[in-house]
């Protein structure tokens, strides 16, 4: 009912909004809350800049604007020379993006410093302002444009800091490049990664200029331009949805009865089973015949450490469960991630080739042994999980806490994570304590570290159990919406692995490449 008063009394604001926003026209897509493309700080390092025609850069501590350095450069003969570094990584024709940069120069007088960009087209070398300021003597000054377009058809980026006159020495710092956000939600105005009826007042807010910033998901028609039209098929699509597909489960799991001899284990192993609704339609689908995959990725215990086979991995023992219960044949494939001796900050940089490009509809995650405590370790981890969230095909996310001899592990600030997004944790330790399993002689391997088959056993049994239980209707969700609060902090779900082979113009400096494709100082 709520829904429905707070519609009527909208659509009467949205007249006069929509008729403003014929009036002001089309505006660009600017997104509120982009991703952070480059931010280049100079901590001890040249952040890939190089000098510019015959300009010398180097990291300095001397001046900081951010930080504790800032990147210096000297020897310039002309003012076009700066600092310069490659953008095509980083930037494409046609895309906007979000620009600045901290100078400070010291000549004595006012200089005019300038940001700009070298690009080719057409076989020509070309060039773009992007900000301008003048620069006080000993004063930091920011360049600055929140809405910079590369040129179309532009290749061979790179961006540089210059004078328009002066040739003297400067300081550059927090080079920033913010571009398109990390997930574009359609109907997402506001950047809270959702869509409702806050967006559509905040469009309507924007197209006559309340609002400075828009989301790339307020485009809901692709046209690449915000205007009245993207204010009316928002208004439609969310004031006027159309009825949910529903999901359709087959079996009666709400009289299902456990037949495990130690059902406690699996209950003590199910420590929260979280929203549903995502791993309830991926059930479905695979039960609808449609192929579905489920993606593990982890350490040395997901790759199969310590078990006497393959087989006997809590992976291929819980992938085949899933497949003979759920699937209609072959149409269910499960894809081992394990990777030993790895965390969850190298998972996070993996995750893209070893699970993303397999398209995984469901996600196992299970770094509690490798894992530490600490920001590093913290951050990375809830990046991963927020990261495979935020995947277009919206895949079920589960979190496994395996542990030690001595039940230690990294569980206590995992489940704080698994809380805030509400994801199933599937404990390792609450299986063994509350099914009284003896660690040496049912669940490890002898190295106080690894499972052996027994625990692989175990553990794919718990995992089994969560499946069941989601099914059950006393835990059925309909929705599920990626929260905007972070424990840690998820800065990192935006990183990525790069192939240096795709880097254009990619230098290695003094480094050489081995036989192996790796490179060596």
Aim: proline residues 3%; hydrophobic residues 35%; charged residues 20%.
């Amino acid at each position: 009912m709520k829904q429905r008063k707070t519609g009527k009394h909208l659509s009467a604001l949205l007249a006069g909004s929509l008729t403003a926003a014929v009036c002001f026209g089309a505006l660009p897509v600017i997104p509120a809350s982009a991703a952070v493309l480059l931010k280049a700080e100079f901590e001890t390092t040249n952040d890939s800049f190089t000098g510019r025609g015959g300009a010398a850069v180097q990291w300095t501590s001397d001046r900081f604007y951010t930080g504790e350095c800032s990147l210096f450069v000297s020897g310039r003969t002309a003012a076009w020379q700066g600092a310069s570094r490659d953008a095509s990584s980083l930037m494409k024709a046609g895309q906007t993006y979000e620009v600045s940069a901290a100078v400070l120069q010291e000549s004595g007088e006012t200089v005019s410093m300038k940001f700009s960009m070298q690009y080719s087209a057409g076989g020509t070398t070309k060039y773009a302002d992007i900000a301008l300021v003048d620069a006080a003597d000993g004063e930091w000054a920011m360049l600055s444009n929140p809405s910079f377009t590369v040129p179309e058809g532009a290749t061979d980026l790179s961006i540089y800091v210059e004078t328009t006159e002066s040739k003297t020495d400067f300081y550059v710092d927090t080079v920033v490049v913010k571009g398109a956000p990390s997930v574009i939600k359609k109907g997402d105005a506001n950047g809270d990664l959702s869509a409702d009826v806050a967006d559509v007042v905040y469009l309507a807010k924007y197209l006559i200029t309340e609002e400075e910033s828009v989301e790339a998901g307020a485009d809901m028609n692709d046209d690449k331009i915000i205007n009245a039209v993207d204010l009316s098929l928002m208004k439609n699509a969310i004031l006027f949805p159309p009825p949910a597909p529903e999901v359709n489960i087959s079996g009666d799991w709400d009289n299902y009865q456990e037949t495990a001899s130690n059902l406690k284990a699996l209950q003590g192993g199910l420590l929260r089973i979280g929203n549903t609704a995502r791993v309830r339609e991926k059930i479905a689908k695979a039960q609808a015949g449609e192929p579905v995959t489920i993606g593990y990725i982890g350490g040395s215990i997901t790759e199969g450490g310590s078990s006497t086979s393959p087989d006997k991995c809590f992976v291929n023992l819980s992938g085949n469960y899933f497949k003979n219960t759920f699937g209609t044949g072959n149409n269910v494939k499960f894809v081992n991630a394990g990777k030993a001796g790895t965390s969850s900050v190298v998972g996070n940089m993996r995750v893209d080739k070893d699970i993303f490009e397999k398209n995984c509809d469901i996600i196992f995650i299970e770094f509690a042994v490798n894992d530490q405590g600490g920001a590093r370790f913290q951050k990375s981890y809830e990046s991963l999980v927020k990261k495979c969230l935020m995947q277009e095909n919206e895949p079920a996310v589960a979190i496994i806490t395996m542990c030690k001899g001595d039940l230690s592990g990294n569980e206590d600030w995992m489940v704080k994570v698994a809380e805030n997004y509400d994801l199933p944790v599937i404990s390792a330790k609450g299986a063994i304590s509350k099914g009284n399993i003896n660690y040496n002689a049912e669940f490890g391997s002898g190295d106080n570290l690894h499972p052996g088959n027994g625990g692989h056993q175990i553990m794919a049994d718990c995992i089994g159990y969560y499946y069941r239980q989601a099914l059950r209707s006393e835990n059925a969700d309909e929705t599920y919406e990626i929260p905007t609060t972070e424990v840690f902090g998820a800065e990192y779900a935006n990183n990525h692995l790069v192939d240096i082979t795709t880097l254009p113009n990619f230098n290695a400096g003094s480094w050489t490449r081995g036989g192996d494709g790796s490179f060596n100082y």
